[in-house]
């Protein structure tokens, strides 16, 4: 068999990111044509493509200081190519200098790049000659610029954080968004007991640990990931902890009709029929049919009763919905994504702040569109995977405004204590990386129907 060269495999990636397909789909489809593949060499190719996208501002920063012409100049590939080495330089404390040169120089030439040797050898030799001499921006006095060449987010995202959090706060949670996200799974007690999961984890030689607030979630410390037992016997379902908090938000009963607007790939529609032990019906609803084909597979797996799947562009009403037919809703909203950057880090240099405001109008109608389906007395959750305040407050605004036969509730007066750090003052939840045991960013508010 050819080995095939973990930092190959991080360029192709890297360079299909660049024409738009998502991170972690393009690393899992090369891997997966690779099974024999050594896993330190599957790790490397990982943290290269996860690295270089997280941390690519920091690196450009340094190679613009050593590169003669402005990097936006730089052919593509070659640009590739010096984030990957640069990486390894900085990053990598394993990789010999020499080592991360000559391999970087290697790929060019495997890439009939010949005519770029000597360009990416000068550049990545003047990074080592010069990497104790760099002219880092002061967090202090150029915190714009510390967000953006030591902390990694394009400039629009830098000034939107520093503004709405004050330098430290911003800088503490950029820096929690460069960590690797943590693996949790949750427990499908319609199978198991977390207690139960746990156990079966660990005498797989896992290390586990339950996670802090839901109580069905296992957090994985170490572990093959890929290969936990259980998973085709639908003991267990990967989600994050921040989002198995949210369908204990929607307060889901037996006997129920729930509507879960926006559901595919399905981790809260099969959460919610678990917290009602299959005894709800619940209709899920997603504009892309292929992803509720994933979400029913997924509830088949799970062994999860009482879901109808259809798929359905909310951005229109839903004429075969009765209207206030629903004793609850949850409407998780399309966003900018930007809770789960540790996930998808190709997002940071893929939104734009117009992104934001079309999100925000489309979450609008979305909910518009849902509202009427609740019944009087029923709650209707809006959740978010972000925080920018136009996705947030600003379509709470909007939705208030429009509708006086809505309450927003305060979240804490129905959760337990434990969980009240992780809510604003208006009682909705805001969970954050750096503050809430590593969750992903996720926003909830709950408002109810008049009766
Ligand atoms: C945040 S994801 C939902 C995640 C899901 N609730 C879960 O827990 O697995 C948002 C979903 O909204 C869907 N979506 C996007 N635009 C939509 C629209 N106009 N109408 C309905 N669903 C939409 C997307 O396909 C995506 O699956």
Request: hydrophobic residues 40%; aromatic residues 6%; glycine residues 6%.
């Amino acid at each position: 068999m050819v080995r095939k060269d973990p930092r190959d495999i991080a360029f192709d990636v890297l360079e299909r990111v660049q024409h738009g397909a998502f991170a972690d789909l393009a690393l899992d489809g090369a891997l997966e044509k690779l099974p024999d593949m050594d896993p330190r060499d599957r790790a490397l190719a990982t943290e290269l493509v996860y690295g270089v996208l997280r941390y690519q501002g920091r690196l450009d920063f340094v190679l613009q200081q050593v590169c003669q012409k402005p990097l936006a100049k730089v052919e593509a590939a070659i640009l590739i190519l010096l984030r990957l080495g640069c990486y390894q330089l900085l990053l990598l404390e394993r990789i010999p200098h020499h080592a991360a040169v000559f391999e970087t120089v290697e790929m060019a030439r495997r890439l009939k790049l010949h005519r770029a040797t000597g360009f990416i050898n000068g550049m990545l030799r003047s990074v080592v000659r010069q990497a104790g001499m760099l002219p880092w921006p002061d967090r202090q006095a150029q915190p714009l610029a510390y967000l953006e060449c030591v902390l990694g987010l394009p400039r629009w995202l830098a000034a939107c954080w520093l503004d709405s959090y004050g330098v430290e706060e911003a800088c503490a949670l950029a820096e929690a968004m460069l960590q690797p996200a943590p693996c949790c799974v949750r427990a499908n007690t319609l199978k198991i007991t977390r207690d139960d999961l746990l156990k079966a984890l660990a005498e797989d030689s896992c290390e586990v640990r339950p996670t802090c607030f839901a109580p069905e979630g296992v957090r994985i410390l170490h572990g093959n990931i890929r290969h936990l037992p259980g998973h085709r016997e639908g003991l267990f379902q990967l989600q994050d902890e921040a989002s198995m908090l949210i369908s204990h938000l929607l307060d889901p009963r037996p006997g129920q009709r729930i509507l879960d607007a926006c559901a595919a790939p399905g981790g809260k529609t099969t959460h919610i029929a678990a917290l009602t032990g299959n005894r709800a019906t619940i209709v899920a609803l997603d504009l892309h049919a292929r992803r509720i084909e994933l979400l029913m597979r997924g509830a088949r797996r799970l062994g999860c009763l009482g879901i109808e799947g259809r798929s359905w562009d909310l951005t229109r009403p839903a004429p075969f919905l009765e209207p206030e037919s629903f004793d609850r809703v949850l409407v998780d909203a399309p966003c900018s994504g930007l809770g789960v950057l540790r996930r998808n880090p190709e997002i940071r240099w893929r939104r734009t702040a117009s992104d934001i405001r079309e999100l925000a109008g489309q979450q609008a109608v979305i909910l518009e569109n849902t509202a009427s389906l609740l019944r009087p007395g029923g709650r209707l959750i809006y959740s978010l995977c972000t925080f920018t305040p136009e996705e947030t407050e600003g379509v709470v605004r909007t939705f208030l405004a429009k509708h006086p036969d809505f309450v927003r509730c305060d979240l804490r007066a129905t959760t337990p204590a434990e969980w009240h750090e992780l809510f604003d003052d208006a009682g909705s939840l805001r969970t954050m990386p750096h503050r809430h045991d590593g969750m992903d960013a996720f926003y909830a508010t709950a408002f109810e129907k008049r009766a």
